[in-house]
């Protein structure tokens, strides 16, 4: 058959609900109520106080044996945070969907395995000579044995030997953070290319044709704060698929941005800002940088849009960063790439993902015009200082390519936040655009200075509020006060 989003997304969820499982909707991509977590960042978040053992006996949740649903999630900071890649490569989004299937305490590996493989192979329809497996190697220092039982669980479902492949903690051992639920997994990655090929050399390779869709980790411990893991009281199976990874897979397409997930919006972007046709190319062979420039928006403004609806405005810290940095990474990528005006580019866009969207996610059609509101108030605070931050930007490189020392310093990366709003994130990608480096360290010796003056200034201006008359005017006499140098140095 021919699979669109909403038949790929309709198919997961029935066929999970047909065995048992309760269809749930996604939380909101705020956690408001887990400090620990920036952003919903996986399926599992929700379902967090289940698996630890900490569900009051009253809430809804704790009868839940088996769920399925389809989460939203960003990840654009904390220990997920795929920003950097999001527009380069395609198949990482800051915000897209996780299909998911859980048991609490209830099933384990073997139906876990067995539902996923029948559900590719039989239901969807891939060719199972393109899916390649991973299971947990083991960790001896951290005492964890390898999953071998997992191994023979894809043997027995008629994965050959050769596509069946060990993998380390960082691919093979899911953490949600620093702390809580987490255990081993079992991955499954697609081959783009197929014809009789073995790709299993390019599984976790971040090739961009051998691509990991889904996720099936087993939870078993709890991170404790000071790293060690507790065992818990149950055994769970917590999965997770990238719906756009598997619609693209689906409908034969190389990229996620192939798909009829992000056609409507480039179709828009096109039609607001004139732009040449999209053709999916990446790195070197973008050569004018658009169809980075259409990723990079298309995306944002999926971000901007749920962040904002579930209530996480754009302003100076957490979360509130977050949203604003992906806003002026987005508005920057579409002045440059696609000369469009800033002040209300995103929220002419808004309108073909709320067409698109707002069936699966009705919350977006309620919040439009809240949405709309705060994107363009935003984006015009930018838009005051964009042009002469991007001035300040190209005195800065000219004086470091001039200098050859081919680096930003970290006090111009700095100035270009503290005085012109450009986040971190973004200098750092212009830099790289000019082939310039920037450093971290210097970056924040630049960053720990300015506070530290804020903080004597605040310190100054509190002594100075308690000093009468007489004392202020023999400070005058005292003090020979220097003429304020417009470019402090730090
Ligand atoms: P990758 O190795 O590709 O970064 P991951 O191992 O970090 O993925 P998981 O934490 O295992 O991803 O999440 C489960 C599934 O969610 C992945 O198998 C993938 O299909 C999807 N996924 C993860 N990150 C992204 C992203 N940034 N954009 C789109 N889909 C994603
Ligand atoms: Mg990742
Ligand atoms: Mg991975
Ligand atoms: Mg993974």
């Known amino acids: 058959p021919e699979w669109t ?35 919903t960042n996986a399926g599992m978040n929700q379902f967090k106080p289940i698996f630890l053992g900490t ?7 704790s009868k839940l044996k088996r769920a399925v649903d389809t989460q939203k999630c960003i990840r654009a900071g904390g220990k997920h945070n795929d920003l950097d890649d999001v527009g380069k490569d395609s198949y990482h989004h800051t915000f897209f969907e996780m299909l998911g299937n859980w048991s609490f305490g209830d099933y384990f590996k073997k139906e876990a395995v067995d539902w996923s493989w029948e559900l590719l192979t ?57 702390q809580g639920p987490c255990g081993p997994c079992s991955e499954i990655h697609y081959d783009k290319v197929g014809g009789g090929r073995n790709a299993a050399h390019l599984v976790n390779q971040d090739d961009p044709l051998v691509v990991e869709i889904w996720n099936n980790v087993f939870i078993q411990f709890d991170r404790q704060k000071d790293g060690s893991l507790k065992s818990l009281p149950a055994k ?27 056609s409507p919006l480039f179709a828009k972007i096109q039609e607001v ?15 004018d940088g658009i169809d980075t420039a259409y990723r990079v928006v298309a995306d944002h403004i999926r971000l901007l849009t749920f962040a904002i609806s579930d209530g996480a405005a754009p302003n100076n810290e957490g979360r509130g960063y977050v949203v604003r940095r992906v806003l002026r990474r987005g508005s920057r990528y579409a002045r440059k790439y696609f000369n469009a005006e800033i002040g209300s580019f995103f929220s002419k866009i808004l309108p073909a993902l709320v067409d698109q969207m707002g069936e699966q996610f009705p919350e977006i059609i309620k919040k439009q ?61 212009m830099a790289e655009e000019r082939g310039l480096e920037t450093d971290e360290n210097e970056i924040s010796i630049a960053r720990e200075k300015a506070r530290e003056a804020s903080k004597a200034i605040k310190e100054a201006v509190q002594t100075f509020a308690k000093l009468n008359v007489h004392q202020i005017a023999e400070l005058k006499d005292q003090l020979q006060v220097p003429v304020p140098n417009d470019e402090p140095k730090f």
């Open 5 to 39: 989003g909403v038949g790929v997304r309709k198919t997961f969820l029935e066929f999970f609900e047909k065995r048992g499982h309760t269809i749930v909707p996604s939380s909101s991509v705020v956690p408001h109520n887990d400090p620990t977590l920036l952003f």
């Open 55 to 61: 569900v009051a006996s009253t809430d809804d949740m």
């Open 122 to 178: 039989k239901v969807y329809g891939l060719d199972p000579e393109r899916l390649y497996v991973t299971y947990f190697e083991g960790n001896p220092d951290m005492n964890l044995e390898p999953d071998l039982e997992a191994r023979e669980l894809w043997k027995s479902v008629g994965v050959p030997e050769d596509h069946i492949l060990p993998g380390n903690m960082k691919d093979n051992f899911w953490e949600m953070g620093d």
């Open 236 to 262: 769970h199976v917590d999965t997770g698929m990238g719906f756009e990874r598997l619609v693209s897979a689906l409908q034969n397409k190389s990229s996620n941005y192939a798909t009829d997930i992000f």
């Open 273 to 287: 800002t004139g732009a040449r046709d999209y053709t999916d190319k990446y790195g070197k062979d973008d050569v």
């Open 369 to 429: 015009q809240d949405i709309k509101e705060i994107l363009d108030e935003e984006e015009e605070a930018f838009a005051r200082t964009l042009d002469r931050g991007e001035k300040q930007f190209e005195k800065y490189a000219a004086q470091a390519v001039n200098s050859g020392k081919k680096k930003l310093s970290g006090a111009d990366v700095w100035r270009l936040y503290d005085t012109f709003g450009f986040p971190e994130d973004l200098t750092k990608l």
